[in-house]
């Protein structure tokens, strides 16, 4: 805009010399219009008054054109520089959640089906299936994805836990324990190569039945950071403070500000879901079982504490809680509930051998026909 008032400026300034060199002109000269002048050219007061006019006419055609001129100026500069490429659309990476979710439903739909009911089947598996199993005589009253790979692109292996229930003829269920199923899971993309279109739902199929597998090896825990007993006396003052903390936390009945350090944000469980709360067994990583007295402000103590807590009906569980404490004006605060209880450095965790835990030996054994 400053370069527009510039140039209409100095235009109106060239259109105020002109009209002053026109009234100049416009005298009559006493000399004959016929003489010549010392140069040799001859000239006459009407071609002077003409030559006045085509420099006004121009100024002027300057002075209206000069912001239309400016704003084509500053149209071409803010135009985008030729040859600068457009940011290419961020790759999308290819997610497991799609594929695990339907191998999940397609093994359910497994186990519940059988001879004559393979059509149930057709959701997720189109090829050719012959079931000889009683239809209902499997269910699986719990599952869940627990290993899911991309074997090839758009191609995945789901293995799949499911918590299996046997049922006979006369109406008898048996716990068959959990049992693992992989299934091939092929993904298409409903936008094409591109993969960018909005709100488009991925299309899936089985590529065949389950495979029923082998459970996971199981592990054994590494050592736990916590390796002095305290008990449960109320003696203790970090044994008090955890158990003051906890039943407030468990049951609501007073505040936790009491039993926390200044700045720390917890909330206790809404709604209340215990009665009552009740430590049974207090460990911490302090180096000295029989330390009562609080050591010095911002010492800092892990505690993992066994708690049994009574429900609003009179049943009660047992709960495990990480706690971290930190020492303030001679006394413990809690400073957090940890998300996991800590760990030795070294505590890595070795290969278990897996069981398989036995049905209840209240639970029918399963007829022949169920097994």
Partial sequence: MTRHRRSRKAAKEQLVEAEAWDEGVDEPQEAPADEPDETGWQTSTAQMASLSRLVRAGVWALVVSGPLLGTLAFLTSSAPAQGVSKPAAAATTASSVGPAGFAELFVSAYLQAGQGTERDLAPYYSGSVALAVKPGTRTATQSTVIASREVQPDYWSVTVAAD????????????????????????????????????????????????????????????????????????????????????????????????????????????????????????????????????????????????????????????????????????????????????????????????????????????????
Avoid: C, M, N
Avoid at 164 to 179: C, E, F, N, P, Y
Avoid at 213 to 227: I, N, Q, R, S, T
Avoid at 324 to 338: I, Y
Avoid at 353 to 360: I, K, L, M, Q, W
């Fill in 164 to 371: 299996v229930t046997a049922h006979d003829d006369k109406g008898k269920s048996t716990r068959l324990g959990v049992q693992y199923f992989r299934v091939g899971i092929q993904a298409t993309d409903p936008a094409g190569a591109s993969g960018t279109e909005q709100g488009a739902i991925a299309a899936y199929a089985a590529t065949s039945l389950p495979a029923q597998v082998a459970a996971p090896a199981a592990l054994k825990p590494g050592g736990l950071a916590y390796e002095t007993d305290r008990g449960s006396s109320s003696a203790d003052p970090s044994v008090e403070t955890a158990s003051g903390f906890l039943a407030a936390y468990l049951t609501g009945t007073t505040e936790l500000d009491r039993y926390t350090s200044p700045g720390t944000r917890l909330q206790p469980i809404s709604p209340t879901p215990y009665a009552e709360a009740k430590v049974t067994g207090v460990q911490d990583d302090s180096t000295s079982a029989s330390q009562q007295k609080v050591p010095a402000d911002r010492t800092v103590l892990h505690q993992l504490v066994q708690v049994d807590a009574t429900d609003l009906g009179g049943s009660t569980v047992s709960l495990s809680y990480a706690l971290t404490l930190k020492s303030r004006a001679g006394r413990w605060e809690v400073a957090s509930v940890d998300d996991a209880p800590a760990l030795r450095v070294s505590g890595t965790p070795s290969a278990a051998p897996h069981t398989t835990p036995a049905p209840d030996a209240a639970e029918a054994t399963p007829s022949p026909s169920a097994s």
